[in-house]
């Protein structure tokens, strides 16, 4: 616990850093446009109509979806403008969480401004017109200062949205509070959940707090108000990026998709990468298909992925195929259709298995999937949100002519506990989580290979294949990691007691691996 | 200023809303002289208020021209022509997030009066209102309503205007205050040499302020006279009803002051 918290605090500065960073740019960018928007649609009706159901409907959105629409929207025009200016940018990480969370302000900035304008007593306007004023000196003399109570709760609103939204930019690649929800969650840490819930609550509190000061000042007449409020708000900025460490360019940047096994890789590869005395920060938490794209474009210099799922995904292969060949067709395609390198295999492999309590399996005299069959009718099955939509399961079902009572999809840390708790008969679990151990479950074997193998293998961007610095550090790793090593470095990060953090058990993976 | 030019003519002036359908003005041709305090009588909807915006183009006309001082208004800049007419607004219309002193400085620092200057004007506006002059940093909302009034005044005055319009100016105030606030402006429309054109519902009011007083009714001018040639030669039944009700309300005030006596 104690521990727990520490290494929270060790991280505080890096995630608020970029939180605030994040949060503020969105903000600014939300105010310009919305404010700009507001004004011209004062003076049209119909383009106020046009503007604020738009921006409406973006608000419908949900906050994760929008985040993720961005991604291969930039991704798209970084292609475009690649081709036709020689120019191309990060579709992934700062930009499009700064869009999408701009957008996110907008509204209700601009449904405020608007609202405060139009509210203006028609008597104030009228004299506004009578004693001379022209159509901008009327807006900017008379209305907008008698709107601006109102324009300053709509910026709260939008102040207090973004602040949380930006938790959800973390598997888009941008570090925030969000970090600490996102590991929180899939390592069972709660300790990290609550800190990361508590951080952005208070950070939006303050935030929230400085700018009722200064609405306040708007509302009163009152400079020392406003002026506090902005110093407030000042400090918080400042504080928030000075704490925040230097970026350095020359870092090498680790992927690591959203579960406690790719954190405990990422970590280990941070490790070994800081042995040989180089400078690495990892990106964890990144979704599965993003992933491979953003290492094809040199956003991530290296990342562990699974042969199975480039075989199925990306090969749209579906016949078996031993774990040899599968590896050389991997390595192959990976090279020339994306440029990416196979360093090669850690060793381990991480399957989609199906997995069922052992006393179940033992009464019923279940060994394999083919065993399964007369019992599936009545049998539920979990799996993780991905694997009911996978080539892999549709394989499964083919080859056995299974089907199950009913499907269940769920947050794979839990799926375990579910079907030890016999909430599920089965779960399609992977075969080096730890938790199979944990609650003394069984591997049901799959005599017709309809699963392809899952071997994990390192890979590198394009732009780090001749490093030869970078892939000296990483070679030890290969073909280095056993399967019953990675399960106890799973099993020691994610177990209710005596919990260790990713890093931890990296460290502790590295020794038993026999790592100096 | 020679007193018999014309500072406002109304030459056949309509204003029509719905492309010609309603009549809000209808052929009114009307000359006020300069120096002149003028009067617009007339139930609600009778087009006064029309009329008198359409002298600072607040309102243009649909047919006929209006002039200013022998200028065609829709010649000249709307907004440059507005800052030279004083406009004393129905329910007072002061900005509320403005200061007294901001109130009564719009206009002239519209036109680019130096602050210096200002501040000068700004003694002689509120001693010319009769308002003290530690209200300059007060807000609206803590002024009664007389003294709200007196800031309208002093803001229509403040860029030194030849003309004021008024629209119903003292309307929301109570009898005692209406009365002297209305003698004080009669007062300072001798002393500046000022042309008023002032709305009003009460008949009685412009009886005693006004020069000459216009009668609006549906749109046109009825009847336009001093105060002397209205009561005693009403030209029609209208405007002898609307001078009767006064004329009545005099004759039974004294009728009831010589019964006690």
Known sequence: MDAQIASAWAVLPDYLGQHVLLSVAALAIGLAVGLSLAIVSVWSPRLRWLLLTGAGLIQTIPGLALLALFYPLLLALSIVTGRLFGVTFSALGFLPSLLALALYSILPILRNTVTGILGVDEAVKEAARGVGMTPRQRLFKVELPLAMPVIMAGIRTAAVWVIGTATLSTPIGQASLGNYIFTGLQTQNWVFVAFGCVAAVVLALVVDQCLALIERGFAGRNAWLKVSGALGLATVLVASLVAGPAESGSRYVIGGKPFVEQYILAALIDKRLEAEGMKATSRVGLGSTVILDALAANEIDAYVDYTGTIWTNFMHRSERASHKKVLTEVGRWLQQTRSVTLLGPLGFDNAYALVMRRDQAERLNIHTIADLIPYAANFSIAGDYEFFARPEWKALKKAYGIDFRQTREMQSTFMYKAVADGAVDVIAGYTSDGQIAQYDLVVLGDPKQSLPPYDAILLLSPKRAHDQKFRHALEPLIGRVPTQAMRNANLSASRSNHQLTPEQAAAQLWRDIGGR | ?261
């Open chain 2, 1 to 261: 200023m020679a007193t018999d030019s014309v500072a406002i003519a109304f030459r056949n002036v309509d204003k029509s809303y719905d492309c010609g359908r309603t009549l809000a003005v209808r052929v009114v041709s009307l000359e006020i002289a300069a120096g002149e305090f003028l009067a617009m009588v007339g139930t609600s909807g009778s087009g006064k208020t029309t009329l008198l915006k359409m002298i600072n183009r607040l309102v243009d006309p649909s047919a006929g021209t209006v002039e200013v001082e022998g200028q065609d208004v829709q010649t000249l800049d709307p907004f440059q022509l507005r800052r030279r007419i004083g406009y004393v607004f129905q329910g007072i219309g002061l900005f509320p997030h403005l200061t007294v002193a901001e109130n009564i400085a719009v206009t002239p620092r519209l036109v680019g009066w130096s602050a210096d200057k200002i501040e000068t004007r700004m003694s002689e506006l509120l001693d010319l209102v009769q308002l003290p002059h530690d209200v300059r940093q007060r807000m609206p909302s803590t002024l009664s309503g007389g003294q709200r009034q007196r800031v309208g005044v002093a803001r229509a005055l403040a860029a030194r205007p030849n003309i004021v319009l008024m629209d119903e100016p003292f309307g929301a105030l109570d009898p005692i205050t209406r009365d002297a606030l209305a003698r004080e402006y009669r007062a300072a429309h001798q002393s500046l040499g000022l042309t008023t054109v002032m709305i009003t519902h009460d008949m009685l009011e412009a009886i005693l302020l006004a020069d000459r007083i216009a009668v609006m009714n549906a749109g046109e001018i009825v009847a336009v006279g001093t105060p002397h040639d209205l009561l005693t030669d009403p030209k029609n039944e209208y405007v002898r009803e609307l001078i009767d009700v006064p004329r009545r309300q005099a004759s039974e005030v004294e009728r009831l002051a010589g019964a006690r006596l």
